[in-house]
T-cell receptor, first 112, second 115 residues
Framework: KQEVTQIPAALSVPEGENLVLNCSFTDSAIYNLQWFRQDPGKGLTSLLL?????REQTSGRLNASLDKSSGRSTLYIAASQPGDSATYLCAVRHQAGTALIFGKGTTLSVSS | EAGVAQSPRYKIIEKRQSVAFWCNPISGHATLYWYQQILGQGPKLLIQFQNNGVVDDSQLPKDRFSAERLKGVDSTLKIQPAKLEDSAVYLC?????????????FGSGTRLTVV
């Protein structure tokens, strides 16, 4: 059974700092991996999606990497801002058409 | 394009009562998902539809939960009777097709409190 773990559970940093969020999964036979952002009381916003054949994806200040063989992904946030404060969720998909399996998330707080 | 619409946004009910949630996916999205997110946890799949057929309902507590997607568009999730442990956010998501490459779009969710 696939399990997705995110470390740390919570993180507080001052504005401007670069940071890394970690995600690990137990079954490396995945189809793709997706990073989401969730603001309090809101739904999930997709940040980056990495197919199993890809090593990384970038969007603005965000960079997500995937090492499928070791069952790990990282989300790198450059020059953090208070607006980045949210919960970040990692999710994997085993096959096309199957549902996402989520980790519990990392709650990020960026202070000004 | 319009996003995934869900209603109501909030609902408070007493245990043993019934409740229903509604979801309108993005136009043209064939696949629809209902997830349950308990406070402090990641979302957990309840049921997945492809058009109006059920693809996966293995984690749906069928003794109290039911869902339907009439005409392959809107969907309704019902709980009857509700228990305290059903307090959670219920998220609806949709994607273009089962072989979706570009990921899901989630609605804002319905926050259910059972007292």
């Amino acid at each position: 059974k696939q399990e997705v773990t995110q470390i740390p559970a919570a993180l507080s940093v001052p504005e401007g700092e670069n940071l890394v969020l970690n995600c690990s999964f137990t079954d490396s036979a995945i189809y793709n991996l997706q990073w989401f952002r969730q603001d309090p009381g809101k739904g999930l916003t997709s940040l980056l999606l990495i197919q199993s054949s890809q090593r990384e994806q970038t969007s603005g200040r965000l960079n997500a990497s995937l090492d499928k063989s070791s069952g790990r992904s990282t989300l790198y946030i450059a020059a953090s801002q208070p607006g980045d404060s949210a919960t970040y969720l990692c999710a994997v998909r085993h096959q096309a058409g199957t549902a996402l399996i989520f980790g519990k998330g990392t709650t990020l707080s960026v202070s000004s | 394009e319009a996003g995934v619409a869900q209603s109501p946004r909030y609902k408070i009910i007493e245990k043993r009562q019934s409740v229903a949630f509604w979801c309108n996916p993005i136009s043209g999205h064939a696949t629809l998902y209902w997830y349950q997110q308990i406070l402090g946890q990641g979302p957990k799949l309840l049921i997945q539809f492809q058009n109006n057929g059920v693809v996966d309902d293995s984690q749906l507590p069928k003794d109290r939960f039911s869902a339907e997607r009439l005409k392959g568009v809107d969907s309704t999730l019902k709980i009857q009777p509700a228990k305290l442990e059903d307090s959670a956010v219920y998220l609806c998501a949709s994607s273009l097709q089962q072989g979706e490459v570009y990921g899901y779009t989630f609605g804002s969710g319905t926050r259910l409190t059972v007292v």
